[in-house]
């Protein structure tokens, strides 16, 4: 069993940054951050596994995933923040080995952290 526990959430304005942290205990191989704003379907805007990254074209450019393999922690900087990225955070994993760029859809993945709450003002 894995369980992932996210930090990092806040309240910034419009154009500045933060950074999400996803502490995974247990083996896993892809991971991934989601988001989910009221009244909208859960969105996957960046995934990692090994060297290989994928990013959703809403974040390119803007946010970065990482992960330290040695602590098992997954991060998220986020720049430039808009209004519109305002959001539930979530961290997801798997323990399947991937075929191709890590998956950034919901259904591939089985572990889910809480949550982090990021609310961008303009």
């Known amino acids: 069993q894995v369980q992932l526990v996210e930090s990092g959430g806040g309240s910034v304005e419009a154009g500045g940054f933060l950074t999400l942290s996803c502490a995974a205990s247990?083996?896993?191989?892809?991971m991934a951050w989601f988001r989910q704003a009221p009244g909208k379907e859960r969105e996957g805007i960046a995934s990692?596994?090994?060297?290989?990254?994928r990013y959703a074209d809403s974040v390119k450019g803007r946010f970065t995933i990482s992960k330290d393999n040695a602590k098992n922690t997954l991060f998220l900087q986020m720049t430039n923040l808009k209004p519109e990225d305002t959001a539930m955070y979530y961290c997801?994993?798997?323990?399947?080995?991937?075929?191709?760029?890590?998956?950034?859809?919901?259904?591939?993945?089985?572990?889910w952290g809480q949550g982090t709450q990021v609310t961008v003002s303009s």
């Open positions: 997801a994993a798997n323990r399947n080995f991937p075929i191709g760029p890590p998956p950034i859809d919901a259904s591939r993945y089985n572990y």
């Open positions: 247990g083996y896993v191989y892809s």
């Open positions: 990692i596994y090994a060297d290989t990254t």
